[in-house]
């Protein structure tokens, strides 16, 4: 059971925050191609939108 509460968990992150699960993807193959990404400017807050 506590299985499927992290599946649900996660799947709600990815639909309330497409662009952290794209900037970690880019982040991840940059890693793989041995280039270490800089430092990220903080994203406005969505509550705040």
């Known amino acids: ?3 499927i509460y992290r599946a ?3 799947h709600t992150k990815r639909e ?3 662009e952290a699960i794209e900037a970690a993807h880019a982040d991840f193959g940059a890693l793989q191609n041995s280039e270490v990404p800089g430092p990220r400017l903080a994203a406005p807050d ?3 939108l």
């Open 46 to 48: 969505r509550a705040s």
């Open 1 to 3: 059971m506590a299985s």
């Open 16 to 18: 309330a925050y497409p």
């Open 8 to 10: 649900l968990a996660e």
